[in-house]
């Protein structure tokens, strides 16, 4: 039995891809930065969310200003925007990292180019549905349950390799893999 009304399967679809663009796929916590820092990583699939509390130091009970914000960008780079909240690109820091988190950039990388492949191919089937399933080998349902499955695939592996990043990266906790799954499977049946 399906989960879906086949009726329905590509409005489900094109939803459940536009929710997957927004929805985190990953969210973690470290208090093992620079200078012991807090660090709140909030993953998408196109971008990192961090959120950032650089630790004070304090000598004689007068704040110093010993560079940590700059410690902090030079080890999980990004760009401000505003405060203590930076946006990371996952392709921006394949060259800056090594080991496992070169490993879950790499799957993070791939898993954004197809997390956005399925974006473009949700908004052409609301516009031009007709047009979408001349043209794709298999049906736009099955099409967009592969990527998903794909997604899923991909940043299980991003998640692992996170983990074990000496804890640097904090222990992720894969909110959006899991539903990732869950929207694979029940497109897949619908298809």
């Known amino acids: 039995m399906a989960w879906i009304d086949a009726e329905y399967a590509n409005e489900v679809a094109v939803l459940t891809t536009w929710l997957g663009t927004l ?11 620079p200078a012991e820092s807090w660090l709140y990583f909030v993953r998408i699939a196109a971008f990192d969310l961090q959120i950032r509390f650089p ?16 410690m902090l960008a030079a080890e999980y780079g990004g ?3 505003l405060g203590n909240v930076h946006l990371v690109l996952p392709p921006t820091r394949l060259g800056s990292v090594a ?7 790499l799957l993070w990388t791939a898993a954004m180019g197809v997390s956005l492949a399925l974006l473009v191919l949700s908004v052409l089937t609301y ?22 499955g794909l997604l899923t695939v991909l940043l299980s592996g991003a998640t692992v390799a996170f983990s074990q990043s000496d804890g640097a990266y904090g222990l992720p906790v894969p ?4 539903l990732f799954g869950v929207f694979a499977i029940m497109l897949w049946r619908a298809s």
């Open 23 to 33: 929805l985190p796929w990953s969210v973690s916590f470290t208090d093992e930065a």
């Open 55 to 70: 630790t004070e130091v304090t000598v004689d009970g007068s704040v110093v200003d010993a560079g940590v914000p700059e």
């Open 79 to 81: 760009v401000s925007l």
């Open 99 to 105: 080991g496992p988190a070169w490993t879950a950039y």
């Open 127 to 148: 516009a031009r549905e007709e047009m979408v399933a001349r043209r794709l080998p298999i049906g736009y349902v099955r099409a967009t349950a592969i990527g998903f």
């Open 175 to 178: 909110i959006g893999v899991v």
